[in-house]
């Protein structure tokens, strides 16, 4: 007659196999999260800025080609591109200086006024102007210091070697660097942070900028290549 009793070994094998598919049933919703955050932040803004200019190339075509057929015989195709071309040159022109700088911050206080307009807005303010700046040369690495007080780490973007006379007044060697704010990194803090005080990262700058503008939802895997030493931010 066999025994109804289990043996224990196989209730031990069917616990560590229960326990195996758990972890990797975890692991996979974890990377599949990481993958979806990531591929939003790629997404999303190209997306957007394809919408976008669609948008105002349709309605350009259609503005000046029907001003066109109603006074002349005529209409170009493509008009609305030059015209497109046109209109974000001078946007840009207008925007660089001092009075339409004044126009832009005006523009941004009464958006931040209406609710859902102001959300919607300042997300896509954010993902902008975090492909603005992530690829810029000034951001040489990413580290992590401690800040705003001991014991608290923040994600900080190595600008460069302290120098003139900030570096000679003080006893320590000192790094430049810009902490980023959540979600908006254009807006932030600038440090002078004693060389010892800062710990590397392998991550590349986009990736630190993905992890600050999400809010810590993505987070890049570690390359585990080596981090180039302070000594190389020279300039």
Known sequence: MRSLVAR????????????AASLFTMEIRSRLKRYLVAGLLVVTPLWGTF????????????????????????????????ALFL?????????????GRKLVALWEN????????????????????TLSI???????????????????????????ITKGEIQQITTERLINVY?????????????FVPENEIIPLTMSVEDGMKMVVSGGM?????????????????R
């Open 8 to 19: 224990p070994g196989s209730v031990v094998s069917r616990g560590k196999l229960a326990g």
């Open 134 to 160: 992530q690829n810029r040369d000034q951001f040489s690495r990413v580290v992590l210091i401690e800040f705003p007080r001991k014991g608290h780490y923040s994600i900080a973007f190595v600008t460069g």
């Open 218 to 234: 993505y987070t890049p895997p570690n390359t585990g290549e080596p981090v180039p030493t302070a000594a190389g931010d020279r």
């Open 87 to 99: 209109l974000l040159v001078s946007v840009g022109m207008i925007a660089t200086n001092i009075f």
């Open 51 to 82: 919408l976008i200019l669609k948008a105002l190339f349709f309605s350009l075509e259609g503005v000046l080609g029907n001003l066109l057929l109603t006074y002349t015989p005529y209409y170009i195709p493509g008009l609305g591109i030059v």
């Open 110 to 129: 009464v958006l931040a006024r209406v609710p859902v307009v102001k959300t919607i807005y300042q997300v896509i303010k954010a993902v902008v102007d």
């Open 179 to 191: 902490v980023p704010t959540t979600p908006n990194p254009t807006s932030g803090y600038f440090l």
